[in-house]
């Protein structure tokens, strides 16, 4: 059975046959040849030059053209237009720049239906209350800026050439590395600037910093060391060793960890924040909310947000199940900053409507409304592994390659 | 099946952590910002101080509607616009490609049985390419040919003819792959189908509509219970110092509203169904269907030109590019 390898403009380079004997039953023959051809186009044989050979695999030989790329970006960008043009209306609408437009409303009924739109300032006294589980809350931030950052640098970086596909492992490591380094002062700054300066909270800095760091690099080094223990238990010939094991701790207890109490004691030097709203004493009654507040409005910010990095979560899970190469990093780079301003911006949206339904527990629905995306791409991926009956062993072999060698 | 979900698990937590951390932050910007907007120092800018102010009309409500349905529909139309621009694709693939051959895409049966044995017309076009031209190709090659050049020449008679029968995007997306295994008759009878969905659409909602239907009977219980949920909202509003003086800043003299505000106060905020339930009904229920009906009938258009519209699309933007 011959296969043909076709380039772009339809010249071969090289010819496999692939035969297959099955002369006893259950004892399968597998064999194969090679011809290679010499090229006759100047251009095509500048493409297989010894600097440019990688570029055949880390584009895929064209498979997926730029513009799918380019396409997804256009996307979120107008997305992301529409959405900030409904923010920005809101905002003028409510901000007092244009009174004279409210004074041309002479009627009592037109001035009691216009002043309704503001049913947001009923809840004043009440919007900047410290929520409930406010350390929890304050760690989830942290984590979550450590996250971004590291996201954001990481991609920037493998952009600007300092991280390939070429290099196996070059990008696990460097993503570590930040993750350790920047996002360690990262985390313990946002953590106790959200935790003191915002909620109010009365626990001590360095319990807060500690918290930072053991709580979510806890649960990421916990589920590593199942994955590791399960490949270990399947027997399989590329699990990490020990030593690798022992650096990643060590980067963990060594490295990340002080540098979140430093970024911590900077964190917990700021004054507090003052907000334009004094709080009252006692909260105020929630009205009954709607189905749309309970759950909708997160759902459409959720999906909004996961929409624009869908085409590149695509390609990036093709890379770690399928065995691909990944190499549109500036796309990586632009969807993951799109992505945040949706998320944002969709977050701004679901949160004033709901301000709207005087509802004042805004800290974690909008926290979990945005954040709902990682729910949505949880559920992608069950979805995806249903529908293409992915192997277990394929995915624990493509996990352990994809550990820094 | 453990390892895939807890790889997954770790994925989806931090993005959920992230992306949370940055809806959260933006949501605080935000009622930092407007939460300030409230006037809180009592003073309150007299009329004439304001009128003289500024006198500039606002923008028309109308044009605003314009660019907002504009915004939309270019989001839409976006996939549509896309498509011309895999022209230059094309005349890669198949250098022979020229603008004046009209399209004139193959019978649906015949497209749809290219696993069964070809006839000879087709045999010249798509899958003429596959097993001739190529297994030329292949064949001079291994020989080392010095007249492959003129092999490219015959590749691009073989591709004009395959441009008479296959879309020229077909290089292209799956959706255009679409388009190739239907034909205009089932497209004809597939819009036919939506117009008569509509069309019944319309005459339901209108009947549902109208005093004693199914629409207007649920709207009316929404519209009492909304206006008795707004009257309180503005005696909470009213009532409030902080909020009163706000509102006394933005709209002047408000104790017209106070007083018609304690008379609901009075009346237990219940709203009177006869008068206020129809005439507020009537502003939210009859404007609700007819945006409905054209969201209805812009979707169904707009799908259409995103799956169908490419050619036409293109000749418009064939036609633009000549112009300029």
Redesign the interface.
């Known amino acids: 059975m011959p296969l043909q390898t076709l380039c772009a403009n339809r010249s071969y380079h090289l010819l496999s046959f692939i035969f297959i004997y099955c002369d006893i039953p259950g004892h399968v023959l597998f064999t194969y040849d090679v011809i290679w051809v010499k090229n006759v186009d100047q251009k095509e044989d500048q493409r297989w030059n010894t600097d440019r050979r990688w570029n055949i695999y880390l584009t895929m030989d064209y498979a997926v053209p730029n513009r799918v790329h380019y396409l997804s970006i256009i996307n979120s960008l107008v997305m992301l237009m529409i959405l900030s043009a409904i923010v920005v209306t809101r905002m003028i609408c409510n901000l007092p720049y244009d009174v004279n437009t409210y004074r041309r409303i002479v009627t009592v009924e037109d001035k009691a239906e216009s002043i309704i739109q503001f049913s947001w300032k009923l809840i004043h006294a009440d919007v900047f209350r410290p929520p409930r589980h406010s350390l929890l809350l304050a760690v989830c931030c942290g984590s979550g800026a450590q996250l971004l950052c590291t996201a954001l640098c990481t991609s920037l970086l493998s952009f600007f050439g300092f991280f390939s596909s070429a290099q196996p492992g070059s990008i696990a490591v460097g993503g570590l590395i930040i993750f350790a380094i920047c996002g360690g002062v990262v985390a313990g700054y946002v953590s106790l600037r959200y935790y003191h300066t915002i909620f109010k909270g009365k626990m001590n800095w360095r319990s807060v910093a500690t918290y930072t760091s053991l709580t979510f690099p806890g649960i990421l080094f916990g589920m590593w060391l199942f994955i590791e223990i399960m490949a270990l238990w399947h027997r399989s010939t590329l699990v990490v060793p020990w030593m690798c094991t022992l650096i990643l701790l060590f980067l963990w207890l060594g490295v990340l960890t002080p540098l979140v109490y430093i970024g911590a004691y900077f964190g917990s030097k700021h004054d507090m924040m003052e907000f334009p709203c004094k709080t009252s004493s006692t909260a105020r009654q929630i009205p009954t909310q709607s189905r749309w507040s309970r759950g909708g409005g997160s759902l459409v910010v959720a999906i909004l947000s996961y929409g624009s990095i869908f085409t590149e979560s695509y390609f990036i899970f093709s890379t770690i199940w399928h065995g691909q190469y990944f190499s549109s990093f500036g796309a990586l780079f632009s969807s993951i900053l799109l992505m945040s301003l949706i998320s944002m911006v969709g977050c701004i949206l679901f949160g004033y409507h709901q301000l709207c339904w005087e509802n004042h527990k805004w800290w974690w629905h909008s926290f979990t409304a945005a954040g709902s995306a990682g729910l949505i791409l949880f559920c992608y991926c069950m979805l995806r592994f249903i529908l293409e009956r992915l192997q277990t062993i394929s995915v624990s072999s493509s996990v352990v390659a994809c550990q820094p060698a | 099946?453990?390892?895939?979900?807890?790889?997954?698990?770790?994925?989806?937590?931090?993005?959920?952590?992230?992306?949370?951390?940055?809806?959260?932050?933006?949501?605080?910007w935000?009622?930092?910002?407007?939460?300030?907007?409230?006037?809180t120092d009592g003073h309150i800018?007299s009329?004439q101080v304001?009128?003289s102010?500024?006198?500039q009309q606002?923008v028309s409500p109308y044009i605003k509607n314009l660019i907002?349905a504009a915004?939309?529909l270019?989001?839409l139309l976006?996939?549509a616009f896309?498509y011309p621009?895999q022209l230059e694709?094309y005349t890669?693939y198949f250098p022979s490609y020229s603008n004046d051959i009209t399209y004139d895409p193959p019978p649906y049966d015949h497209v749809d049985e290219l696993d069964q044995p070809l006839n000879d017309e087709l045999k010249d076009g798509i899958e003429g390419i596959k097993e001739h031209d190529?297994a030329e190709?292949?064949r001079r090659?291994?020989l080392?040919d010095p007249n492959?050049d003129d092999l490219f020449e015959e590749?691009g008679l073989s591709s004009e003819k395959t441009q008479l029968t296959s879309t020229p995007f077909r290089c292209g997306t799956h959706l255009l792959h679409t388009f190739e295994h239907d034909s205009y008759k089932f497209i004809i009878f597939g819009t036919l189908l939506w117009i008569v969905m509509i069309a019944f659409s319309i005459v339901r909602k209108r009947q549902s509509a109208r005093a004693g239907g199914k629409i207007y009977n649920s709207n009316q219980a929404k519209v009492h219970k909304t206006l008795t949920?707004?009257r309180r909202?503005?005696r909470?509003?009213?009532s409030?110092p902080?909020?009163l003086n706000?509102?006394q800043?933005?709209?002047?003299d408000?104790t017209?509203?106070i007083c018609?505000?304690e008379e609901w106060k009075k009346n237990g905020f219940q709203v009177d169904k006869k008068n206020d339930c129809i005439k507020n009904g009537r502003s939210v229920v009859v404007p609700w269907i007819r945006y409905m009906n054209i969201l209805l009938i812009l979707s169904v258009f707009v799908s259409y030109i995103c799956l169908y519209g490419h050619l036409l699309v293109s000749k418009w933007f064939s036609f633009l590019s000549s112009c300029t």
Not at chain 2, 249 to 252: A, S
């Open positions: 099946m453990l390892i895939y979900i807890g790889v997954t698990g770790m994925i989806s937590l931090a993005l959920f952590l992230m992306l949370g951390f940055v809806g959260m932050t933006g949501m605080l935000f009622n930092k910002v407007v939460y300030s907007s409230i006037i800018p009329t304001l009128q102010g500024n006198t606002g907002f915004l939309c270019t989001t976006i996939p896309y621009s694709d890669v190529i190709v292949e090659m291994l080392e492959i590749s949920e707004r909202q503005l909470d509003i009213l409030d902080v909020l706000d509102m800043y933005r709209y002047g408000l017209a509203l018609l505000v």
